[in-house]
């Protein structure tokens, strides 16, 4: 397997201070507890506050394996992800590790302010693994190295736990078009911040690798993200193996020990690739992608130290289509979104939900002379009540929204909720269900 160091320039640059932390990890066998020797990178900030807040605690007991269950036993954590209604019980897939946990509230949306990701239109692949046991791979996915399906401490979802080097990719996602998003969460173990790879996103031609579990590097668009010190790449390679585009940058929302926990998005416009950790665009890449190409998804891990480690994954969502929130409202009359996200059993809008919402002002406030109803709908689980109200109240809570944070007048703005009365995909996958969890813009 080829791996690419970092330029040697910036690893001279680096300046590191050794801190000890220490990691509990238990399973129903053993509990071991090991001090980790990590370093932090001093220097890569450039002396900018990005005034994120730190997650100060939790990394010394998060890593815990609830035990497997029985044979044919359904798993009780739902952790489908939680938009414009839903059951009230559920876990929001998109709520990043370590954030409402450790503050108490999520953050404001202000603080997105410079998030302008906004997802597609349809969701096509949810992965929470809901459907695998504590203990097992998932079942959807394949790889050369070795993983398993863990959870951690206060938290409902699941997680794959990448706890060796080498290559992994979900069987279920298929051929990704020219217009596509993808969102996913990342926890990373302390200790994991060498100099190597790190973790990386490849997307690779589907049609021409006779084997998506090799380094073969044609026609590949890597992202890479080390957290170690912060180092960010993004390198595009050509049939020939040649490079065509390689850019690389210094990024501290994701750090070994310090910011163990972020909320990865990918979106890709044709030949643009945008990437953003948690509410920071890292990058914005104009010609990334070939567009003769047939991309599919290779996740990579590759650390100089591996025992005893782990890179978390979960929440995975992909979604398909390039949203034309201006086309579809002004001159179609209806957009419907599965981007707004909201707080479990809460109407309080996720900040996630930033470009959205954005989006969506800007359109109103060029265009002051329409009003719309906004509408919020569920899936089917839960209790039809509760689901109806809650719908309603979601969308009132856009509607307060738009005017506090974008300025629409909320004279133009009328708001209703439907429950789970007008599904548009089945209720009897996660897929459809995310796609039923919507809020809709109708044009009065």
């Known amino acids: 397997m080829n791996y690419i160091a970092l330029p040697t320039l910036a690893c001279l640059l680096v300046a590191t201070a050794v801190t000890k932390a220490q990691v509990r990890v238990s399973d129903p066998k053993q509990t071991v507890e090991r001090n980790v020797e990590y370093r932090v990178n001093s220097r890569v900030d450039q002396g900018i506050n990005r005034g994120l807040d730190k997650v100060e605690q939790g990394i010394g007991n998060i890593f815990k394996k609830k035990e497997k269950k029985a044979s044919g036993q359904q798993p009780t954590d739902d952790t489908s992800q939680q938009t414009a209604g839903g059951p009230a019980n559920q876990q929001p897939a998109g709520t990043p590790m370590g954030e409402a946990a450790d503050t108490g509230t999520p953050r404001s949306l202000k603080a997105y302010s410079r998030f302008d990701f906004v997802p597609g239109e349809k969701v096509v692949a ?17 790889t050369n190295a070795s993983g398993e399906v863990v959870t951690l401490d206060g938290r409902s979802e699941k997680w794959l736990a990448v706890t060796q080097n080498g290559l992994l990719y979900p069987e279920f996602l298929a051929a990704l078009p020219e217009n596509f998003t993808l969102e996913m969460d990342m926890v990373i173990t ?13 997307f690779v031609d589907g049609k021409a690798a006779k084997n998506l579990l090799t380094a073969d590097r044609k026609n590949t668009v890597q992202l890479n993200i080390h957290p170690g010190g912060g180092y960010t790449s993004v390198t595009a390679w050509d049939a020939d193996e040649t490079i065509r585009v390689t850019n690389e940058n210094y990024e501290k929302e994701w750090l070994s020990g310090e910011k163990p926990a972020a909320r990865l998005s990918v979106w890709r416009q044709k030949t643009r690739l945008r990437v953003y950790l948690n509410e920071v665009k ?7 992608f070939d567009p003769t190409v047939t991309y599919r998804l290779v996740l990579e ?11 978390y994954i979960g929440n995975l969502r992909v979604a398909v289509g390039a949203p034309d929130t201006r086309s579809k409202l002004i001159t179609e009359g209806k ?39 906004i509408v919020g709908h569920t899936d089917s689980d839960g209790n039809d009540a509760s689901n109806l109200a809650l719908s309603k109240r979601r969308a ?13 007048d909320v004279n133009r703005l009328d708001t209703d909720g439907k429950g789970e ?7 009897t996958t996660p897929e459809g269900k995310a796609n039923n969890r919507r809020v809709e813009f109708l044009k009065l």
């Open 190 to 202: 302390p200790g994991l911040d060498n100099n190597f790879l790190g973790t990386a996103l490849n």
């Open 282 to 288: 890292i990058w914005d890449i104009p010609r990334a």
């Open 421 to 427: 009365s007008q599904p548009v995909g089945p209720n």
């Open 126 to 142: 949810l992965e929470d693994f809901g459907q695998d046991a504590v203990g097992d791979y998932p079942a959807k996915w394949n």
């Open 335 to 373: 957009f419907s979104t599965t981007g707004i996200l909201f707080d479990v059993n809460s109407d309080k809008i996720r900040p996630e939900s930033y470009g959205v919402l954005k989006e969506i002002g800007q359109v109103l406030k060029e265009n002051a002379g329409i009003r719309v109803k």
């Open 396 to 408: 009132t809570s856009v509607k307060t929204a738009l005017a506090t944070e974008f300025g629409v």
């Open 301 to 311: 891990r590759n650390f100089f130290t591996t025992e005893n480690q782990a890179w």
